[in-house]
């Protein structure tokens, strides 16, 4: 049996054991170690193999963690973060990290056709039972929303546009791929850089084929899963 195989073995073992559940702390790889008679490098890359499976996940610094279920989210119908995650028995919440005016960002400009100046990027952190799973930036025209920096980001967006703007959110289009993670999008998900995750851009419109936002979303890989329905 591979060492992986062992290792989860014996981490259902101690769960079963000792009533783990997700987000339960496993021991540490110097007490894997020890009890393998391995490497740390060894047991490190066994432990990535399941992460890789999702059984476990990492955060940097703190050690590593029993997976909770993944979030399903099916692209083809729009429902918005927190009631997907109410809905499937998550505890959603989001941390504004910051609202700024763009002046030189060519490929934000090239979406909306704006001069210099006239966007605003607000960057966002949403987690999921207190565990960072998305790294979101939004991009808007400010003068769409004027005075939106001093409005409460923690919500949803989408009910914000409509209530406070009369903006409605008519339709939308998503391009889904997997990419490694930047520095700063690593740091607040408590990853490391390089880290694959699922990368979505969303463009969103209004009822005039508008552009209202433009969306660059990075998740955990080990925290979305997709589920496609349709109908004939």
């Not at 060894?42 to 279920?69: A, C, H, M």
């Not at 993944?70 to 499937?88: E, G, K, S, T």
Request: aromatic share 10%; net charge neutral; glycine share 6%.
């Amino acid at each position: 049996m591979s060492l992986h195989h062992q290792i989860r073995q014996y981490l259902l073992d101690q769960a079963q054991m000792h009533g783990w559940l997700a987000h339960a702390k496993i021991p540490s790889e110097r007490e894997l170690q020890t009890k393998f008679h391995a490497s740390r490098i060894t047991i490190r890359d066994g432990l990535t193999k399941l992460e890789s499976q999702g059984f476990i996940y990492r955060v940097n610094r703190k050690g590593w963690f029993i997976s909770p279920p993944r979030l399903l989210w099916d692209p083809c119908h729009r429902v918005n973060f927190y009631q997907q995650a109410r809905d499937q028995g998550m505890q959603p919440e989001t941390e504004v990290v910051s609202v700024n005016p763009l002046y030189d960002a060519p490929l934000i400009r090239h979406q909306f056709g704006m001069d210099y100046g006239n966007n605003l990027e607000l960057l966002r952190l949403r987690r999921l039972d207190g565990r960072p799973v998305m790294v979101e930036r939004i991009y808007l025209r400010q003068t769409d929303f004027p005075g939106l920096a001093q409005q409460p980001l923690d919500g949803s967006i989408t009910e914000l546009f409509a209530n406070k703007y009369q903006v409605q959110i008519n339709h939308e289009s998503s391009h889904i791929l997997v990419c490694g993670t930047q520095s700063e999008e690593a740091a607040l998900l408590g990853i490391p850089e390089g880290t694959a995750c699922l990368h979505i851009e969303r463009k969103r419109y209004d009822a005039n084929d508008r552009l209202v936002d433009y969306n660059l979303e990075y998740w955990r890989q080990d925290a979305l899963e997709l589920k496609v329905s349709s109908r004939k």
